[in-house]
C-alpha cells in the first residue's frame, strides 16, 4: 500500500465525521432527487486509474447531496436504526480488518467474537440458551434462512432429505401465515420453492394480530408437514402475534413456528413491553434484525434456530479446501447461506457492549413513549385521526377525509424536511406511518417532527 491509499482512509473519517455532526446539529436535511445524483455520476467508464485520496474526496462531493438523513435524530420513515457511532467504528475495523468470517482458521476472532455476541442476543432476547444463531445481512435473509431450517426438518419428520433430494417429488407443505405478514416473508417462501401464493391465510384482528381460533382452525384442516409463520411488531401498527395462544397449538399438531421478529423481538428486552411478546420464547425459530432496534450499521441481521441441528443441515457448507471445525466448537458458516462474507459479529458485540442490556430497554421505553407523544399531540389538530393508540413504537394518522390529503401532508413534510416521514396503505386506506426507531430520537425531537407535521397539514388543508 502507497501513502496515498492510507490517505485516503483518513479522508474518509473526516468525511464520515463530519457528515455525522451535521446531521445532528441540523434543522433540515433535504436530499437531491434520484435524477440529480445520476447526472451527478454519471460518465464514461475510466480508463486509466487515479489517486485514492483524490477519488474518496469526488465520492464525498457528489455523493453528499443526495444522502438521506436515516442516521438523524428526525428520521421516523422506515423502522430504521441510527447506525450508532460505536457501531459504525467497529464497522469501519471489520473493513479494514478484511477478515472473512468462513471459519476459525480464516478469522479466529471474527469467528470467537461471533460465538459470544450469540450467547448475549440469546440472553437479551430471552430465547433457548441452546439455540443457533447466524449473522445474516438483515431480517429478509434471515426469515429465509430460518425457514429453510423449517422446510428442512419437517420434511425430515415425513420422511423426505430435501437437502439431498430437492423439492420434486416431496410431501407439500402447508404454509400458514397471518394475513398482515410483512413482504420479506414471501420472498422467502419463494427463494426455497414454497410459493408466496401457495400460503394459507390466517384471519388477523383490528391491530393485525392473527385470531387464535383462526389458527386453530387453519392448523386442524391442514394435512402433512406443516410451516406456520407468525410475527413480532406488525410493521404498521407494532402488535405481535398472541405467541402464548398459538404456540401449544402449533406444536401440538407437530407444526414448525416462525416468527419473523424484525423489530418487534426487541420488546422482549424492555420490562414494560415484554408483554407483548409473551411467549415469543416457544416457538421454533426468530428472525430479528440489528440494524433497527440495536442500532448496527447495515448489514446486521439474526437467524436464531431452536433446532440448531436443522439450522445446520438446511445451510452448511462442505468441501475438502475448508477447514472442519474444531471439536464441538461454533462454526460460523454453518448457520448463513454465504461462505465469503463480512465478519458481523464486530459491530454487533460493539453495539451490546455499548448499550447494555439496561441501555436497549431504556431506548426501546423511551422510542414508545416518543410515539405516544407525537401521536396525542398530532391528533390534537382537527382534521387529523390517530388509526389505533400505538402500543409499541409504530402509529398511523389520516389526514382529512381522503387518500389526496394524507399523500399531500406527507409530501409536504417530506419537502420542508424538518423530518422524514412516509406513508402505507392500511385496510385499504392511505396513512401516514411513522416509525420511532433512531436512538438519537428523544421526547424534544419528537416533538419537533411532530410540529412539523401540524404545519404540513395546515398547508394542505
Known amino acids: 500500500m502507497t501513502d496515498h491509499d492510507f490517505a485516503a482512509m483518513s479522508r474518509a473519517a473526516e468525511a464520515a465525521l463530519a457528515y455525522r455532526q451535521d446531521v445532528a446539529a441540523a434543522e433540515r436535511t433535504p436530499v437531491a432527487s434520484y435524477a440529480a445524483m445520476l447526472d451527478a455520476f454519471a460518465g464514461p467508464l ?62 479466529p476472532a471474527a469467528s470467537a467474537i461471533e460465538a459470544v ?61 397471518g394475513a398482515d405478514a410483512h413482504a420479506t416473508v414471501f420472498s422467502g417462501l419463494k427463494y426455497l420453492g414454497l410459493g408466496a401464493s401457495r400460503v394459507k391465510t390466517v384471519a388477523t384482528d383490528d391491530a393485525g394480530r392473527m385470531l387464535p381460533t383462526a389458527f386453530s382452525a387453519a392448523l386442524g384442516a391442514a394435512d402433512g408437514p406443516v410451516i406456520a409463520i407468525a410475527q413480532a411488531g406488525q410493521i404498521n401498527t407494532g402488535a405481535s402475534d398472541p405467541f402464548a395462544e398459538i404456540a401449544p397449538m402449533a406444536c401440538e399438531a407437530d407444526a414448525w413456528l416462525h416468527v ?18 409473551r411467549g415469543v420464547e416457544l416457538a421454533d425459530s426468530w428472525a430479528t ?9 447495515y448489514d446486521s441481521g439474526f437467524a436464531i434456530v431452536r ?37 458481523r ?11 447494555g442490556r439496561a441501555g436497549i430497554a431504556e431506548m426501546v421505553e423511551r422510542h414508545c413513549l416518543v410515539a405516544t407523544d407525537m401521536a396525542t399531540r398530532i391528533v390534537a389538530e382537527p382534521g387529523v385521526r390517530l388509526i389505533m393508540v400505538p402500543e409499541l413504537n409504530q402509529f398511523m394518522l389520516r389526514f382529512g377525509d381522503s387518500d389526496d390529503a ?38 424534544g425531537e419528537g416533538r419537533i417532527a411532530a410540529e412539523a407535521v401540524i404545519a404540513a397539514w395546515r398547508a394542505v388543508s
Not at 438483515?138 to 430460518?146: L, P, Q
Open 307 to 343: 433446532d440448531a441441528e436443522a439450522h445446520r443441515r438446511a445451510m452448511a457448507i462442505s468441501a475438502s479446501y475448508l477447514p472442519p471445525a474444531e471439536g464441538a466448537e461454533r462454526d460460523p458458516s454453518a448457520y448463513v447461506p454465504e461462505l465469503s462474507r463480512r465478519a
Open 289 to 297: 434484525d440489528g440494524h433497527k432496534w440495536l442500532q448496527t450499521p
Open 406 to 443: 394524507t399523500r399531500a401532508t406527507i409530501a409536504r413534510v417530506q419537502e420542508d424536511a424538518v423530518a422524514y416521514i412516509g406513508g402505507a396503505e392500511w385496510r385499504g386506506e392511505w396513512v401516514m406511518r411513522v416509525s420511532v426507531t433512531s436512538g438519537a430520537t428523544t421526547i
Open 117 to 177: 455476541a450469540a450467547g448475549w442476543l440469546l440472553d437479551l432476547l430471552g430465547l433457548p440458551k441452546d439455540a443457533s444463531v447466524g449473522f445474516v445481512t438483515g431480517a429478509t435473509v434471515a426469515n429465509f434462512v430460518c425457514l429453510a431450517a423449517a422446510r428442512s426438518e419437517v420434511l425430515r419428520r415425513a420422511g423426505w432429505d430435501v437437502e439431498a433430494d430437492g423439492m420434486f417429488g416431496a410431501p407439500p407443505i402447508t404454509v400458514l401465515i
Open 345 to 355: 459479529g464486530f459491530p454487533a458485540w460493539a453495539m451490546i457492549r455499548q448499550l
Open 260 to 277: 419473523d421478529g424484525a423489530f418487534g423481538l426487541w420488546a422482549q428486552v424492555c420490562p414494560s413491553r415484554a408483554h407483548l411478546t
Open 46 to 107: 475510466p480508463e486509466t486509474g487515479g489517486d485514492g485520496e483524490a477519488i474518496i474526496a469526488e465520492l464525498v462531493a457528489r455523493a453528499t447531496p443526495g444522502i438521506r438523513a436515516s442516521t438523524g435524530a428526525r428520521f421516523f420513515g422506515w423502522v430504521i436504526g441510527q447506525s450508532h457511532p460505536t457501531g459504525v467504528a467497529a464497522d469501519w475495523l471489520t473493513s479494514a480488518w478484511g477478515q472473512n468470517a468462513a471459519n476459525l482458521s480464516a478469522a
